[in-house]
């Protein structure tokens, strides 16, 4: 990422994305940011090499796309602007981009097929002595056709790169080719110098880097294939039942309309038949079935689906027909929220890649100058130094009719076109955003979201994971166990019926699950609830109302302390019910809320919610990778640490008693005390946590808010895919360590080595067409060692220590 000093972060702001074409290396890469950053206006640009975009944050109002698109055009980089986005109903043309990167491989194969051919004829050229195959002109022929067909469109696009300043691989590539075609046609138009024609340089020097990059671009093609899997989920028509829906209807196809899948509007009513792609989210109001959600969760296991149930955009109806009432259409259904989180993780760049780019920005420039001191050096010192160099250089490939004599001008010549060559900021352009393009469709694919390389890096740096206890741990659904009551509720009556009723009417209106539970008790006891008003909640601690024209105040210890009330009854009343009761049904794990009428304490309701089946093996794994697990929860110590010890948490790690307030305050200071967090949550209460952390991890389920404020979302109902978020992040960022590793090696040693560092010692010399042969398989291993990720196995027996 790219950012423009002393930004003013109060201005409005708003993203461009740009399609850019043009790009072969890193260099490229950072001379499209460098360009977009100096535009007035923008405050940052992020491009990526792999999908050719460039996300760039701007002034609201301040760029014109179009304009900012045909600047860069200009410069030698096709680009366009894409259309707001909408990515389920196909605003976005992302059929075009497919097809566009599929024409530029049928291209490049094109072009290989041609190298081809002139490789296999200059071989035979040298095997076959016909007057006409095997002289000196044939093969300036094969060169010169090199050059002018598939060689002509990197010649051209390097020419363009150095005249606006921005060399890149190609002009690094048609220098060396030139270079080597130039000087072999200088030796065989004027044969008394005695010079070497090396035609056949160019030659293999262009085949070999076409079909490194045909191979470069299929195995990125394989590397987007999630992505692209995502877009064509997306159904293209549905079938309307209007403004209602009733049995009659449900089997009948022809009672529904066919329209387009973007013409839907929220509320309406569709038909969906067993076989066919379920159109918008939406929730059943008639039929039952099962459906396939693998695109959303990774789950191959089809789901039972019944009125009341949710179903999603892009997922498969199996079984029966259903008729769904729509409440989710376009860019705010789950399938398009997925692809907008996957596009925006295969743009943000992990810190560590900040270098190579930096690196990168002057590779060219370097390599070029490097190329120019070899070429100075052999020509006026090497070769006087070391005179049995020279006959090491002489190319064995020469024509007989073409008496040569060995030179310290072509030594030097094949020696510096070898460094241009051999070198490859492609490798390090490629290192980072192949890795995140493959993990995060891995990820995408078993429904685990991870927003971007940054993400992946801090990932790699977690200490510390903080679980939220209800709704995280807990299954989020608690039941009421019992009623404790200390006083009349109301005149004339004793009842923990009419004490559950207060409290019922009371939590009417809230959502909280405790307040959903007693509810539901409430209804289940036939328990009328009594009108209410004047209702306010306190986040985290309770919430107060008029009851009966009564005032009524349910929840923390905390909440009621805060006006005035005193506990100590019901805990001398706890006491004598915990002895009567044994240990399983003690209210250690159970969480209590108390109850207040007219600020005098009438009792306290005990829940209990159950711990997720996975909850305990989830603690279990991330402890195994050395991760320390922390529980942070608003309930009274006794209830966290019976839940903790159920867990195999440890005591020093509960934070019991703690406000939503207060959460966020908690991780930081672990984050003051040298500690990297993650923090997993799912409610809007655990926003601001979420924020906090250095990793925010949302459930399934979560609020809209809480899934925003995440750096990773997880799909599936289960806590266990946070210790595979957490492997599959380690296992992209060791990616793209390792391909940073070997792209920065073999610049570092290959370099050198085509430079003659190895000539004088042991008397080895690389041709040009070898080190393009070498440059190509840079690329090609990088992007292939990504692919690698695709066979990550998460969850396998852990034996990872702590970093």
């Known amino acids: 990422m790219v950012n423009n000093s002393e930004i003013n972060l109060k201005i ?70 894409r259309p707001a986005f909408n990515p389920l109903m196909g605003d976005r043309p992302y059929t075009e981009v497919i097809k566009r990167q599929q024409q530029e491989i049928r291209a490049t194969i094109a072009q290989l097929a041609i190298a081809a051919l002139l490789i296999v004829l200059s071989g035979v050229g040298h095997i076959v002595h016909f007057p006409w195959l095997g002289g000196i002109w044939f093969h300036f022929g094969l060169a010169t056709a090199a050059l002018l067909l598939p060689g002509r469109a990197i010649v051209l696009d390097g020419w363009r790169g150095w005249w606006h300043g921005s060399p890149n691989m190609n002009t690094l590539v048609g220098l060396g080719a030139l270079s080597a075609y130039f000087a072999s046609t200088v030796a065989l138009l004027y044969p008394k110098l005695g010079w070497e024609c090396f035609f056949d340089e160019p030659v293999m020097l262009l085949g070999f880097i076409l079909l490194g990059r045909t191979l470069e671009k299929l195995a990125r093609h394989r590397a987007a294939a999630s992505l692209q899997a995502l877009l064509t989920l997306k159904p293209t028509t549905a079938r309307l039942l209007g403004k209602s829906a009733d049995a009659q209807t449900l089997q009948n196809p022809a009672s529904a309309i066919e329209i387009p899948a973007d013409r839907v509007r929220v509320g309406e009513f569709l038909q969906v038949l067993p076989g066919e792609k379920i159109p918008v989210d939406g929730e059943v109001v008639l039929g039952n079935t099962s459906v396939n959600e693998s695109m959303l969760t990774g789950e191959a296991i089809p789901v039972a689906k019944q009125p009341g149930d949710i179903v999603t955009g892009g997922s498969l109806n199996q079984s029966g027909a259903i008729a769904f009432r729509v409440t989710r259409t376009g860019s705010d259904t789950t399938l398009a929220q997925i692809i907008r989180l996957v596009e925006q993780a295969q743009t943000r760049k992990a810190p560590v890649q900040q270098l190579a780019d930096t690196v990168a920005g002057y590779f060219t420039y370097g390599v070029m100058t490097i190329a120019t001191f070899t070429f100075l050096f052999w020509y006026f010192a090497g070769s006087k130094i070391w005179p049995d160099a020279i006959a090491v250089g002489h190319s064995l490939t020469h024509v007989a009719e073409m008496p040569v004599h060995p030179s310290p001008l072509l030594l030097s010549l094949k020696l510096a076109i070898a460094v241009l060559v051999i070198a490859c900021p492609c490798a390090l352009g490629l290192a980072t955003p192949t890795a995140i393009l493959v993990g995060t469709g891995v990820g995408a694919e078993q429904g685990l979201l991870i927003r971007g390389g940054d993400i992946l890096e801090r990932v790699k740096q977690l200490d510390t994971v903080i679980f939220d206890k209800t709704g995280t741990l807990t299954a989020g659904y608690p039941v009421v166990t019992d009623c404790i009551l200390l006083g009349e509720v109301s005149e004339g009556a004793k009842s923990q019926e009419k004490l559950l009723q207060l409290a019922a009417s009371a939590e009417q209106g809230t959502n909280h699950p405790l307040a959903i539970a007693i509810l539901q008790a409430a209804e289940q006891q036939g328990l009328p609830l009594l009108d ?160 906090q952390a250095d990793i925010g991890i949302s459930l399934h389920g979560s609020t809209d808010v809480a899934v925003e404020t995440a750096g990773i979302v997880l799909m599936r109902n289960s806590l266990i895919d946070v210790v595979k978020s957490i492997q599959l992040s380690r296992a992209t960022f060791n990616k793209i360590r390792q391909n940073l590793f070997w792209a920065f090696v073999y610049n570092t040693l290959g370099i050198p080595i085509a430079a003659g560092l190895l000539l004088p010692q042991w008397g080895i010399i690389l041709s040009p067409s070898t080190a393009g042969a070498m440059m190509a398989f840079s690329s090609v291993s990088v992007v292939t060692n990504s692919l690698l990720l695709r066979r990550a196995k998460l969850l396998s027996p852990i034996t990872t220590q702590k970093n």
Request: with cysteine; glycine share 10%; net charge negative.
């Open 532 to 691: 209410a008003k004047d209702f306010y909640t306190e986040p985290g601690l309770g919430i107060s109302a008029t009851v009966a024209g009564e005032k009524v105040l349910v929840g923390t210890a905390q909440w009621l302390q805060q006006h005035g009330i005193t506990l100590e009854p019901v805990e001398n009343e706890l006491e004598n019910e915990s002895e009567n009761e044994s240990e399983n049904e003690s209210f250690s794990g159970k969480t209590l809320v108390y109850v207040a009428l007219e600020n005098q304490l009438r009792g306290c309701i005990a829940l209990k919610d159950q711990l997720r089946p996975d909850a305990k093996e989830t603690v279990k794994n991330l402890q195994d990778m050395g991760l320390r697990v922390v529980m942070l929860t608003g309930d009274r110590p006794e209830t966290a640490q019976a839940i903790a010890q159920q867990l195999g948490i440890e005591e020093n790690d509960v934070f019991a008693g703690v406000l939503p307030a207060a959460k966020a305050q908690a991780i930081g200071t672990l984050q003051t005390a040298g500690h990297i967090v993650a923090m997993v949550g799912d409610g809007i209460n655990d926003a601001p946590a979420l924020a």
């Open 12 to 81: 409005p702001v708003e993203t461009i994305v740009l399609d850019v074409g043009g790009m072969k290396c890193a260099g490229c890469v950072k001379a499209v940011e460098r360009q977009l950053t100096q535009q007035s206006g923008v405050i940052s640009a992020c491009v990526n090499l792999v999908t050719e975009m460039a996300a760039v944050e701007c002034q609201v109002g301040a760029v014109n796309p179009v304009e900012l698109a045909d600047r860069l055009t200009a410069t030698g980089f096709p680009t366009q602007p």
